[in-house]
């Protein structure tokens, strides 16, 4: 049987009504003898044209009103799915990049996370040739400092007074340990020290790219007669005029060549770490001496833990990598439908989001690897048992311009499409990820890696309170070949 669309079906219509227009012309032209027999004659034509091609004014038949209302049914149908069957956390094995081995230290307080820096110095290539032993006496040591370098992303800010800019202001207080520092213990709990301060200004308050601390001269000369010291500690002070927000340094381990772009203009021959320098009376003529660290390590004391469980919130964490990854109840898709639009939804909570701009990347896990709850994996580990669907570049944690970084949709059609279709990643389980170095340049975007910035996106959980803001996946689909109206 033939189907009729709706357009055809008006197009009929104005056909009969413009029979009728023509028969009274017609009946009104034939009343005037006066016209010229042409004009007649093209009249009857076109007149008999449109008799012969369906033109009546007679009532359609019972087959005719059939086809009148005979349409394809092409509505669209929207299906959210908030039901989550699996979901865990992965983090990362860093057996082969231990933690005192990052490129970054971390200091200050983010809410109710903190975290202090621990260096030690190396004093058992002292004396030397340059800088014999007569020059280390407080008759020839102009001053002594302790020098951070901070990366531009904590000095590029644009309003000091917006809360929601990042701000530096700090309180530097320096202790020497009473245990050898021993770096294989964090992340974790600051380490005893002595109380008494080392530097000679620990309410310095100053923003700018290189943190200079004086440290005292004969706590300096006490450590070389000693040959070394235990380790210092730098902790943010209590003087009620920090800021809050995390900082972070370059450490010992900073790769200058590959990470140059991360630092400030700096003057020509500086040594970007952590760096205790000496400098001599100006009379002796000497360079001073830059004595780098044997070992730093930032302790992350309180860092506020993943939620095991969904229902609480969903976190995504670089530098202390944990990716979170889940399983939707796709019961609710009919078989056989076409999906024309699908993404993952999930919304930024901007209050417990934190740190520099990153790429997110939406994922297909195997069940092998994401079989529910916590998992730990090699990076190689993670490439080889995901595939890359879609990612998001430059994402602010604080929500970016506009609020344009709070909802969060990755679009994974045609990857439901193919699991629909019988894709061998069965059952279909997401995992977002920063962008790593695997991934595709159009993702992986930005000149470090997830290891290096500490950064998190912290997602509302599955039982908010709005609706709104709980993860979903989206799906706007059609069925195949369903026409009503009409018979068949």
Known sequence: MRKLLPGRVNADRQRGASCQTW???????????TRPRSLALALAGVLTTLLVFGCTSDDPNVTGIGLLETSIDSVLISLEIPDVLTFGNLSRDESDQPFAEREVLYFGQQDSEQSALLVRYEFSGLPSEQYPDSLFSELYIQKIDLLLYMLEYYIDFTDPSDPDSLRLQKTYQVHELADTLDVSLYPGPEPAYNPVFVNLNPTELEPVGEIILPMS?????????????????????????????????????????????????????????PVLRVTFNQELELVPLRMLPIADVSTFSELDPIPQDFANGIALRTHQINYPYLRFNLDAIPPNVLINRAVVHVVNDTSLSYGPTESLVLSQVTEEFAPGGDISASRNEFAAASEAITGRINLDPYGGIEGADIVLEFNCTNTLQSHQNGSPYTPLTFMISAAEDFHTPSFNTTPTGPDFYLIRFNFFGTADADPAHRPALKVIYTRENAVTGGEE
């Open 23 to 33: 028969r009274h012309h017609d009946q009104a032209q034939t009343s005037r003898l």
């Open 217 to 273: 001269i004969p706590t300096y000369l006490q450590w070389y007669e000693n040959g070394g010291h235990t380790g210092l500690i730098v902790r943010q002070g209590e003087t009620g005029q920090e800021v809050d927000g995390f900082v972070g340094f370059t450490s010992v381990d900073f790769d200058t060549l590959a990470h140059a772009s991360q630092l400030p203009l700096l003057a020509s021959g500086t040594l970007p770490f």
